[in-house]
Structure formats: C-alpha cells, structure tokens
C-alpha cells in the first residue's frame, strides 16, 4: 500500500484482515507469566471457526503463559500494515482439538502435531479485539472488532 493512498474503510479492513488470517502461515505471539515477564514468539497458525489456532509444546513458556494466563496478543504485518488481535485463550490436549482445526492446520502448515511425541497442546484463541491499519493516515476506526463483535 502507498502512503498516499486513501485509508481503507472498515469493511475493507475487515475483509483485509480476513484474507491475512487465511493466507500468512506465522504470527506473533505475546503472552506474560503470572509475574508479568513478557514473552514474544512467531508461532505457526491457522483461521478455523473464527478462531485462530496454534500449537506449541506446554513445557515452554509460550505454552505455559497461554494456558495459564488465558489472554493473548497476536500480530501480523510489519510496522506499516499492522493487525492486533486480543483474544481469550482456551487449551486443548494433543488429541482433545476438534478435528476441522487440526486437519485445516495440517494443510496449511504441512505438519500434524498429533503425530508427534512431544509435549504439545493446542490453543484456540477466541478474538475480542481486532485493530487493523495501514501508516497513521489509518489509525483513526483502527477497531474493527470490539467485545468480541466486529464492528463492520
């Protein structure tokens, strides 16, 4: 996008957002421990059931914060073209996740954690909040989800 263009309405926005989610295979991942350390990973990812999926081993502190803490921040984009999602987290063991998540993970990121030993849960982050914005000619209506509801 160039920086002249016009801002996106909230409908494009949406659908914008909705098109990333499908496509981008990682997304950043921002949780804290019950002492409030930070913790930031790129993680892989997919969009099943208006929920955003992700898997990663219980025994690192991504996977301790999601489970224990239940609220996350995940990002797409770089600094220009920026998508916040808060959402509420839900953990499911290795083989508890319905299986359209799993399988729909498995085509998008060609690997099933169901299929190995480690120690890996699956996360479904359910979205609260969703901003989205291109430069700052875009921050103002930059919320295009609240409470759970879009806004558009």
């Known amino acids: 996008m160039k920086i002249t263009a016009p801002p996106r309405g909230p409908g494009q926005r949406k659908q914008d957002v909705l098109d990333r989610l499908a496509r981008e295979m990682d ?3 921002a949780t804290a421990d019950a002492e409030g350390v930070p913790c ?3 993680l892989w990812f997919v969009w099943e059931g208006e929920s955003v999926w992700l898997c ?11 489970r224990d803490g239940g609220r996350v ?6 600094t220009r073209d920026v998508v916040l999602i ?5 953990t499911f063991g290795l083989r508890e ?3 359209a998540a ?3 993970f498995l085509a998008k990121t060609g690997w099933d954690p169901r299929e190995d030993g480690a120690s890996y849960a699956w996360f479904r982050v359910r979205p609260l909040a969703v901003q989205a914005w291109h430069e700052t000619r875009e921050l103002r209506k930059r919320h ?3 409470d759970g509801a879009w806004t558009v």
């Open 27 to 29: 997304i950043w991942v």
């Open 40 to 42: 930031l990973v790129p």
């Open 56 to 66: 990663t081993r219980l025994t690192n502190p991504t996977g301790r914060n999601l």
């Open 73 to 78: 921040r995940l990002a797409l984009g770089h």
């Open 86 to 90: 808060d959402g509420e987290v839900e």
């Open 97 to 99: 996740a319905p299986s």
């Open 102 to 104: 799993a399988q729909a």
């Open 144 to 146: 295009i989800m609240r």
